[in-house]
Nanobody
Framework: QVQLVESGGGLVQAGGSLRLSCAPSTNVLGLTSMGWHRQAPGKQRELVADITRGGNTNYADSVKGRFTISRDNANNRVYLQMNSLKPEDTAVYYC??????????WGQGTQVTVSS
């Protein structure tokens, strides 16, 4: 079974930056949408940003202008550049991908902690 592997999380001060990366653990074909979700303690998981194979992007209002999602189609990698981080961005960030059969793949999550 395909799993997604995230990296790049960590602890950063407010106003700082982090870059998350995600790649599948094995070769996989037919990925359409790829993106990032996050879940803060006591809250539901929410969409942060996603990107289609053609490069169309979608962002949560709370991260617009601060986060940028990008994608390497040749290697099925997706990235999330996070700038001007705020304490409320603290969460576990999960990578998600969808294939042409509408199957979902998820990563195990990477912790992002923003200190004030």
């Amino acid at each position: 079974q395909v799993q997604l592997v995230e990296s790049g999380g960590g602890l950063v001060q407010a106003g700082g930056s982090l870059r998350l990366s995600c790649a599948p653990s094995t070769n996989v074909l037919g990925l359409t949408s790829m993106g990032w979700h996050r879940q803060a303690p006591g809250k539901q998981r929410e969409l942060v940003a996603d990107i289609t194979r053609g490069g169309n992007t979608n962002y949560a209002d709370s991260v617009k202008g601060r986060f940028t999602i990008s994608r390497d189609n040749a290697n099925n990698r997706v990235y999330l550049q996070m700038n001007s981080l705020k304490p409320e961005d603290t969460a576990v960030y999960y990578c998600k991908a969808v294939n042409i059969r509408l199957n979902d793949y998820w990563g195990q999550g990477t912790q992002v902690t923003v200190s004030s």
